[in-house]
């Protein structure tokens, strides 16, 4: 059984910086296509960033220059450096994955239905 576990969230001031790290248990092979959702009180989960396993990544408006998304396939762990944190960037982020093609993987925006894995997620607090 395919687990995401996320870790390395908390609490930073604005303009700080955190990195998360997903690590995929149960896989035989890496997960082709993953990447990070959040989602703050009140909102719609948002995708922030996608990656597939060639090291191409793609990356939400509100995140570009801030924002990076790396990944390990040999540790089948998926990071995300997120620095210039802003109070907006506060939520809960999940890590998500899905066996597709390269294609699919970046086809269109983030949709939470289309991806069948997902962490329990980690709580990013920035304050002002």
């Known amino acids: 059984q395919v687990q995401l576990v996320e870790s390395g969230g908390g609490s930073v001031q604005a303009g700080g910086s955190l990195r998360l790290a997903c690590v995929a248990y149960g896989v035989s092979y890496s997960i082709n296509c993953m990447g990070w959702f959040r989602q703050a009180p009140g909102k719609e989960r948002e995708g922030v960033a996608r990656?597939?396993?060639?090291?191409?990544?793609d990356y939400a408006d509100s995140v570009k220059g801030r924002f990076t998304v790396s990944r390990d396939n040999t540790k089948n762990t998926l990071y995300l450096q997120m620095n210039s944190l802003k109070p907006e960037d506060t939520a809960m982020y999940y890590c998500?994955?899905?066996?597709?093609?390269?294609?699919?993987?970046?086809?269109?925006?983030?949709?939470?239905?289309?991806?069948?894995?997902w962490g329990q997620g980690t709580q990013v607090t920035v304050s002002s």
């Open positions: 990656s597939y396993m060639d090291g191409i990544t």
């Open positions: 998500v994955g899905k066996f597709v093609s390269r294609n699919d993987c970046f086809s269109g925006s983030m949709v939470p239905k289309e991806y069948t894995y």
